[in-house]
């Protein structure tokens, strides 16, 4: 992905500022530290930010009125579920970390898939500024990793009802399946383009993959025309999919 975003931002004559996190944002400028600890700021007449991810701070109360609110969230708002949420140095992080069925250890008819599960850390190595402040993405959770996993929680509510044996069968691990993504960068038939990415597993597995932590045969990407192809094609694909067409069960997530 480093590859593709500064091509793309290249070729456009775009420059970019990485290894920061935004503080503040107002009418015309963004605030935000480096990693190096300093504080900087940027001028801007048009800007988007995507806000990190959180839950909605709700709270959660038993029948006799006790707050419940620490069995079902993480400190972030999100779901807690079948993950080990034990705080462990980056070198002891495992693939064995991330849930496998959504669910809340708690809670059994809780399921939390895709956004909704509080991750039990981030995926790449978390970083801090010389100030202290952490500076990291958090893992991803949507697109076709979500899709698999509300596929599989879905699976298994059927059976629940269908058999009335909460024995769960289904199961996918974010550091098991990989993954396929396109991300647009123009548009047209003719010159369009869409840098296509596939990542196997989505969670880097270094004790079967020692080199790389992923697959290198299956892991993947290509920038070009074709991509923009395939993500136009899939546009109606979805759609289908969504609108339960005939067959539509034989379209992936």
């Avoid at 990190?52 to 006790?66: C, L």
């Avoid at 069968?169 to 010159?191: L, W």
Wanted: proline share 7%; hydrophobic share 40%; glycine share 10%.
């Amino acid at each position: 992905t480093k590859l593709f975003a500064e091509s793309y931002f290249v070729e456009r004559n775009i420059k970019w500022i990485k290894r920061a996190g935004v503080k503040k944002v107002d009418e015309n400028k963004i605030y935000f530290e480096t990693l190096d600890g300093e504080y900087q700021e940027q001028a801007y007449d048009f800007a988007m930010l995507i806000p990190g991810f959180a839950g909605h701070g709700f709270k959660a109360y038993d029948k006799t009125g006790q707050d419940i609110s620490s069995k079902l969230f993480a400190a972030n708002g999100l779901m807690k579920v079948d993950a080990d949420y034990s705080q462990k140095p980056f070198e002891e992080w495992s693939v064995n970390d991330w849930p496998q069925t959504y669910q809340n250890p708690s809670y059994s008819n809780i399921f939390a898939p895709g956004i909704a599960f509080a991750p039990p850390h981030s995926i790449s190595k978390p970083m801090v500024s010389k100030n202290g402040t952490p500076i990291f993405a958090t893992a991803p959770r949507t697109g076709m990793p979500s899709g698999v996993m509300g596929k599989v929680t879905a699976e298994n509510i059927i059976s629940w009802i269908k058999t009335g044996n909460p024995e769960i069968k289904h199961k996918a691990s974010m550091g098991k399946m990989g993954a396929a993504c396109i991300v647009s960068a123009g548009y047209g038939m003719t010159k369009g383009t869409a840098a296509t990415m596939t990542v196997s597993p989505v969670v880097p597995d270094w004790d079967k993959f020692p080199d790389w932590g992923r697959d290198i045969n299956t892991t993947m990407g290509e920038p070009g025309l074709a991509g923009h192809w395939l993500k136009w094609a899939m546009h109606y694909m979805f759609l289908y999919k969504a609108k339960g067409k005939p067959f539509w069960w034989l379209i992936p997530e």
